[in-house]
């Protein structure tokens, strides 16, 4: 079975550059998190989505970061203009239902470099 | 606040026993997952404790304490494959947000 799917895998751009990063969920899976993690921070949630509705932006860092997700089988986390401090891995991941014991499929992430 | 902390680092050797510690504060609780994360790749499910006791899977066992805010996880046998970094997550009163812990650098040797 396919699991979540991210592109690119890596990245690396110019500071000001947009970057549009990209998340297939896990079909029938109807949760959707878009994390980042660095080593100093460690793994944060930045927003979730639940039916392509996005339910909690709060971990988003500025209006310079927008996520959105227009069907149940693709998302996107878009950085505009991007800065050296935005590089990190950002994962995608998913879930079937929030509740009980189901968990989150993560996938293999992109790892982002702003110069 | 929000507050889950677990050791940096723990090394064993390969065979032995590791216990990983993760005590938490959070507003409310709905479950802790532990997932495994090497080196470059991402985190992998292993576990999950919504009530007090011990959870057996193989040679991973998890235990939790909600009085307490108090959870481990059990690595039996360990193997080389083993050495990874250990993720504790609590899902706190708002479904479907987990807060994740630091991670524990587990570094088995020969």
């Known amino acids: 079975d396919a699991g979540v799917i991210q592109s690119p895998r890596h990245e690396v751009t110019e500071m000001g550059q947009e970057v549009t990063l990209r998340c297939k969920p896990i079909s029938g899976h109807d949760y959707l998190f878009w994390y980042r993690q660095t080593m100093m921070r460690g793994l944060e949630l930045l927003i979730y989505?639940?039916?392509?509705?996005?339910i909690d932006d709060s971990g988003m860092p500025e209006d310079r970061f927008s996520a959105k997700m227009p069907n149940a089988s693709f998302s996107t986390l878009k950085i505009q203009p991007s800065e050296p401090r935005d590089s990190a891995v950002y994962f995608c991941?998913?879930?079937w239902g929030a509740g009980g014991a189901q968990p989150q499929h993560f996938g293999d992430g992109t790892r982002l470099s702003i110069l | 606040g929000q507050n889950i902390d677990q050791p940096t680092e723990m090394t064993a050797t390969e065979g032995a026993i590791v216990q990983i510690n993760c005590t938490y504060q959070?507003?409310?609780?709905?479950?802790l997952f532990w997932y495994q994360q090497h080196a470059g790749e991402a985190p992998t499910f292993l576990s999950y404790?919504?009530?007090?006791g011990l959870e057996e899977k193989g040679r991973f066992s998890s235990f939790l304490s909600r009085s307490k805010g108090y959870s481990y996880l059990l690595l039996k046998e360990l193997q080389m494959k083993d050495s990874a970094s250990y993720l504790c997550a609590v899902r706190d009163q708002s479904w479907g947000k987990l807060q994740f812990g630091a991670g524990t650098q587990v570094v088995v040797t020969p």
């Open positions: 959070t507003s409310g609780f709905n479950g």
């Open positions: 991941a998913s879930s």
């Open positions: 404790n919504v009530l007090d």
């Open positions: 989505f639940n039916n392509n509705v996005p």
